[in-house]
């Protein structure tokens, strides 16, 4: 392949990532994780997947960072997740720690790098590797919003009974309990859902996607989501890889667009070869407007708490 991302962390988002980016022959692929032999042992295991699966993708797995050098694409995922009962802010002092050390290697092995990151909190895990990186805002951005959109959309999927190449879903603000799904962007085939379901049913599904995350903690009881994660870090990058220039809800850095400045918050970006190459300003009625401020007081107290842990 002629180009290359790195995952850190070969965890559950990070190998099922891997998995997904290789079988699309987006790039050869570089797994990296603390434990010994874990990442080695994914990385073969993939491989000999390949002769089945039919991709001609190099998987490489290792624990030292020289192997990720030069990468295009660098996806952190190495952290905690969540166990049931906690939030995603209950992770952020040890994540924090884990994101700036692998943050240093990587702008130091690949400073020409675009960074996904999906270590929770997200929001405030996006604010550590950008100022750790002293990379431009463009190359820092965070998965969530696909993913939380992504899960709006299966659920109108399920409650109209329509394919889930029907829908479009949008969901903006902070990944955690006060993000702003907005049902007046969200449509089936072009039509809005509020012309196609009742208040209370649309309310059902905005709670349900808000609480989505936990909904899988709670089943899974030993850890969180990764399946639908991975695929929207892998649609975020494959956007990159192939300058797709698709409108994807991201964590952005703001300076001013929506009123909000110097903050991680997810906002509708272009993804392009360049990383993000527009952040797109669409309008909000008072009350949407007023639930992504909300969101983004609640993504500023927990920056506001990072720099208490220096
Ligand atoms: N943004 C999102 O929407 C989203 C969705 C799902 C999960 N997450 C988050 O992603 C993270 C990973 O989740 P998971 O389910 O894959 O967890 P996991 O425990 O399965 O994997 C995490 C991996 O990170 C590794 N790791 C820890 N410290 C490291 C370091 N310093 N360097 C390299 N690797 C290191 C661990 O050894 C482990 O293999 C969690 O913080 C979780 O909350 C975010």
Known sequence: MDKKATVI????????????LAEKELCDVVLIDIIEGVPQGKALDLTEAAPIEKHDAHLTGANAYDASANSDIVIITAGIP??????????????AGIVKTVTQQIAALSPD???????NPLDA???????????PKERVI???????????????????????ENTHAFVLGGHGDTMVPLPRYSTVAGIPIT?????DRIDALVERTANGGAEIVKL????SAYYAPSSAAVEMAESILKD???????????????????????VPVKLGQDGIEDVIEIDLTEAEDADLKKSAAAVAELKAFLSTLE
Not at 113 to 119: E, G, H
Not at 125 to 135: K, L, P, T, Y
Request: contains cysteine; positive net charge.
């Open 125 to 135: 895990m996006c604010h550590v590797a950008h100022e750790v990186s002293g990379f």
């Open 113 to 119: 790098s675009i960074l996904i990151i999906i270590s």
């Open 244 to 266: 797709k220039k698709k409108i994807l809800p991201c964590a952005a850095y703001l300076e001013g667009e929506y009123g909000i400045n110097d903050l991680f918050i997810g």
């Open 220 to 223: 899974l009881k030993t850890g």
């Open 82 to 95: 969540r166990k049931p009962g906690m939030s995603r802010d209950d992770l952020i002092s040890t994540n």
């Open 9 to 20: 962390g070969a965890g559950h988002v990070g190998a099922t990532a891997a998995q997904r």
């Open 142 to 164: 965070g998965m969530a919003g696909v993913l939380d959109s992504a899960r709006f959309r299966a659920f109108i999927s399920m409650e109209l009974n329509v394919s889930v």
């Open 195 to 199: 012309e196609l379901m009742s208040a």
